[in-house]
């Protein structure tokens, strides 16, 4: 899916792989946080379609793409993984653009490392899923009966909204089952599953964020049919970031694959408004 350049980095869980993209020395770069059981790959189209503007990179989380896995698979160990790959590839400062539970993942990054946040724009994210033990278990059920792949084959389609790209679901499913050579892990899938999609909370960090002086600038688009991060969440992600909340119609959980265009044109569009700002 990606023709970007891989590199890897030791991590706290063990080695990272992350993707780069080039872009003139002179710009703020971009750090890609992807949703859970995606990969850094899910920002291939968006990062062609910025392709020039800045550098970026892009993070495979523990147990996600070609890193290695390695517990805990809370929000803060994401940041941290995020953190290592910013380190590695030679960046003082970025902004974070982030899909899903990257929204929580990029406010804790914000609270650990404020220095290093340029700005935030975060598409279908949130601060909590919050899944209940009856969902969860349910859903470890048809796993396990299943298999990570044909899980994603059977309900992938499921989060994407109707004006999603056609070749978006496909693509899901490799991304969320490591690729056309193998499953991921199960007893993996099913541990970051309840770790990320029931324990994690970046509320209190949020708290935390909110109630500083000054926060980067930031903007949450979520899509009209997202089934996972409705707009409550992306209004609650907003309210402690900082920023404004806009709608893509006809979009579901994932603007990067359903509509890559758009949400490289919405990132430009902010970090044009930021940077024109200060300048």
Do not use: Q
Not at 8 to 37: C, F, M, Q, R
Not at 193 to 205: H, I, K, M, Q, V
Request: aromatic content about 6%; charged content about 20%; hydrophobic content about 45%.
């Amino acid at each position: 899916m990606s023709h970007a350049p891989r590199h890897s980095t030791p991590g706290k869980a063990g080695e990272l792989s992350y993707l780069a993209w080039p872009g003139p020395a002179d710009t703020t770069p971009i750090l890609y946080l992807h949703p859970v059981n995606t990969a850094a790959a899910v920002w291939s189209a968006v990062a062609a379609a910025l392709h020039g503007t800045r550098p970026g990179v892009a993070v495979d989380y523990r147990a996600h793409g070609r890193s290695e896995a390695g517990g805990p698979y809370l929000p803060a160990d994401y940041a941290a993984d995020a953190l290592a790959v910013l380190d590695a590839a030679g960046f003082d400062r970025a902004h974070l653009v982030c899909g899903s539970i990257g929204g929580a993942v990029a406010t804790e990054f914000a609270v650990a490392a404020p220095d290093r946040v340029a700005g935030v724009v975060a598409f279908g994210a949130t601060l909590r899923v919050g899944w209940d033990d009856a969902t969860l278990d349910d859903t470890e059920r048809d796993l396990r009966a299943l298999g990570v792949r044909e899980w994603f084959v059977r309900h992938g389609a499921g989060i994407l909204g109707p004006a999603s790209r056609p070749e978006a679901a496909a693509e899901l499913v490799e991304l969320a089952s490591g690729g056309r050579d193998g499953d991921r892990d199960l007893d993996t899938v099913v541990d970051v599953l309840r770790t990320t999609f029931g324990l994690a909370d970046a509320r209190p960090a949020g708290a935390v964020l909110a109630a500083r002086s000054t926060r980067p600038p930031a903007r949450v688009f979520v899509g009209t049919h997202d089934p996972t991060c409705p707009p409550a969440m992306a209004h609650a992600l907003a309210e402690v970031l900082g920023g404004d909340v806009h709608t893509m119609d006809g979009i579901g959980h994932l603007p990067m694959l359903e509509a890559p265009a758009a949400t490289a044109e919405a990132i430009r569009r902010f970090h044009d408004e930021v940077e024109g700002s200060r300048g």
